[in-house]
């Protein structure tokens, strides 16, 4: 009578552990589709999955570089529209600022023409680099995305192991 009693507790326990077990087995099943689409996704990185954080980081000096590059070409302008302004004040007034004599054939004049090129030159320069920076900016959030997926992948891996030996000390369990 007691042998079947426990026999029973036992039965009842196995019963418990079979359910927790199948919990277990779909929880797996969970983190192994979790873990193709992240493989699916890491397909498309620019890179080997073992490079992406070099790349990122990568990206991200291109991107600090092309962002230093604006604001030089920024400062560049600046001052080119300053000669340009500086210039057309002088013709306007008739003398130069250095010598004080009339502005014909002053430097400063003569150059006006090619200091408003400039001016057209550096603002079509920074139209550029300001498409480059946006593009660059787009490959460096991709880029992070890349590394977080990757770093998702791995911690799921690992995760998936854990629970794989977990259900198979379980399942020696319920044999036992």
Do not use: M, W, Y
């Not at 004599?101 to 300001?130: C, F, K, M, N, Y």
């Amino acid at each position: 009578s007691e042998a079947r009693t426990e026999a029973e507790e036992l039965t009842a326990e196995a019963e418990d552990a079979e359910e927790t077990l199948e919990a277990k087995r779909e929880r797996l099943e969970e983190i192994d589709d979790r873990i193709e689409t992240l493989e699916e996704t890491l397909e498309d990185a620019p890179v080997e999955s073992d490079r992406l954080e070099t790349h990122r980081a990568s990206v991200r000096a291109e991107l600090d570089d092309a962002n230093e590059r604006l604001a030089e070409l920024r400062t560049e302008l600046k001052n080119a529209r300053e000669s340009v302004t500086e210039a057309e004040r002088l013709l306007e007034a008739g003398k130069c600022p250095e010598c004080e004599q009339p502005t014909e054939g002053s430097p400063h004049v003569e150059t006006l023409e090619d200091d408003r090129d400039r001016v057209s030159e550096l603002e079509a320069e920074i139209e550029t680099q300001q498409g480059k920076i946006e593009e660059l900016e787009t490959d460096h959030e991709q880029a992070v995305e890349f590394v977080e997926t990757a770093t998702e992948l791995s911690r799921l891996t690992e995760n998936r192991e854990d629970v794989r030996s977990l259900i198979d000390q379980r399942t020696e369990a319920i044999e036992d």
